[in-house]
């Protein structure tokens, strides 16, 4: 009965020492939600796209001075056998600020659509949303003073208003 409950035990505190998923599923339904949650700096990436990686660094290095920072993070690889390559890259942004999401398997389409319907799907893709509402949109790498200046309500250096 002891080496039972030790079993047990030692079972349980494996299972609660293992790190939960540092990712979300996101399913269309759920980018109204999202898009309301403001201020926020909202960045999509996949791990095919190498200049994703570069403003992903950006990001890591500007939360070391910025922790405040709230940002969202968007991985649109829908694919299943790529999860853990997702969730790799979003376990190195920490924070209570900071929401980690993939895009449902399949559904890539319809997620575009409903984050932004004039957005074609070119990565790196950012969105800045104040917090009147306000959302600006962004193709290609951010640059870290683009972001300080977005925090400062500076608006400069964005291009597409949505």
């Not at 030692?10 to 399913?27: C, G, N, R």
């Not at 570069?54 to 649109?76: D, G």
């Not at 924070?95 to 895009?103: E, R």
């Amino acid at each position: 009965m002891k080496k039972l409950i030790c079993c047990l035990l030692l079972l349980a505190s494996v299972t609660i020492s293992l790190p939960a998923s540092a990712t979300e599923t996101l399913y269309p339904r759920q980018v109204a939600g999202l898009k309301s949650q403001t201020p926020k700096l909202l960045v999509l990436w996949s791990v095919d796209c190498p200049p994703c990686y570069k403003e992903l660094a950006m990001l890591r290095e500007l939360l070391k001075t910025q922790p405040q920072l709230p940002l969202t993070l968007i991985s649109t690889d829908d694919d299943p056998a790529r999860l853990a390559e997702v969730e790799n890259m979003h376990r190195q942004f920490n924070g209570p600020q900071i929401q980690k999401w993939v895009f449902a398997e399949g559904l890539t389409p319809q997620l575009r659509y409903a984050i932004d319907q004039r957005w074609s799907g070119v990565l790196p893709r950012s969105y800045y949303q104040n917090a009147q509402g306000r959302s600006i949109g962004h193709s290609g790498v951010l640059k870290a003073q683009q972001v300080l200046d977005l925090l400062a309500s500076k608006q400069t250096g964005l291009s597409h208003s949505l």
